[in-house]
């Protein structure tokens, strides 16, 4: 079955530069979403198509996708951007598939 | 805009049945196949499968055969989940999602919570 490989955790100080993979044999061809869950709350989009940012996520967020790696990047980390970050994506039937979640740190 | 409402939080003992739905709205029904997305405490998001709104045929993931069905009422713009026998292990937040509109971020639905407990 299909996969999207994550790092189980990524850890940076506030206004440092966090970069979240994920790894997936389709993402040549299929677009990566990229999604944010905080402690107790629903997830929130907050990149879809590669590298396109919903009109209420701060520019600080941006994604992009090369080859068999997706990237969600946020520039100058906030506390406030801990979360769970999960990749989502389908392969080249109709299955789809997430990541298993990168738990971010800022601290 | 594309707007999906899904009914409110339930529970129910082990070994009975649950019916969520997920309403949809602002754009025509039958364009977008609808997914049915899992998240158990604790754990991350799972996909169950999907439905065609066009046809009305269901598929599942591997792990959501048997005990978890996917319907539609087209009259309603409306999808449905049906859990039979339930467990404790299916107690989730469950999401309905739309696939995506080319150029525009996928819409999804608040969430179910589902609680089996005796």
């Known amino acids: 079955s299909y996969e999207l490989t994550q790092p189980p955790s990524v850890s940076v100080s506030p206004g440092q530069t966090a970069r979240i993979t994920c790894s997936g044999a389709?993402?040549?061809?299929?677009?990566a979403y990229w999604f944010q869950q905080k402690s107790g709350q629903a997830p929130v989009l907050v990149i879809y198509e590669d590298n396109k940012r919903p009109t209420k996520i701060p520019e600080r967020y941006s994604g992009s996708s090369s080859g068999t790696m997706a990237t969600l990047t946020i520039s100058g980390a906030q506390v406030e951007d801990e979360a769970d970050y999960y990749c989502?994506?389908?392969?080249?039937?109709?299955?789809?598939?997430f990541g298993r979640g990168t738990k971010l740190t800022v601290l | 805009q594309a707007q999906l409402v899904q009914s409110g939080s339930e529970l129910k003992k082990p070994g009975a049945s649950v019916k969520i739905s997920c309403k949809a709205s602002g754009y025509n029904f039958t364009m977008y196949s609808l997914n049915w997305v899992r998240q158990a405490p604790g754990q991350g998001l799972e996909w169950m499968g999907w439905?065609?709104?066009?046809?009305?045929?269901?598929a599942y993931d591997q792990a959501f055969t048997g005990r978890f069905v996917f319907s539609l009422d087209t009259s309603v713009s409306t999808t449905y989940l049906q859990i039979s026998d339930l467990r404790a292990e299916d107690t989730a937040v469950y999401y309905c999602?739309?696939?995506?509109?080319?150029?525009?971020?996928?819409?999804w639905g608040q969430g179910t919570l589902v609680t089996v407990s005796s």
């Open positions: 999602t739309r696939d995506p509109e080319s150029g525009s971020p996928p819409p």
């Open positions: 389709a993402l040549p061809t299929k677009y």
């Open positions: 439905i065609n709104t066009n046809t009305g045929n269901p």
């Open positions: 989502y994506s389908r392969d080249d039937t109709p299955i789809q598939v």
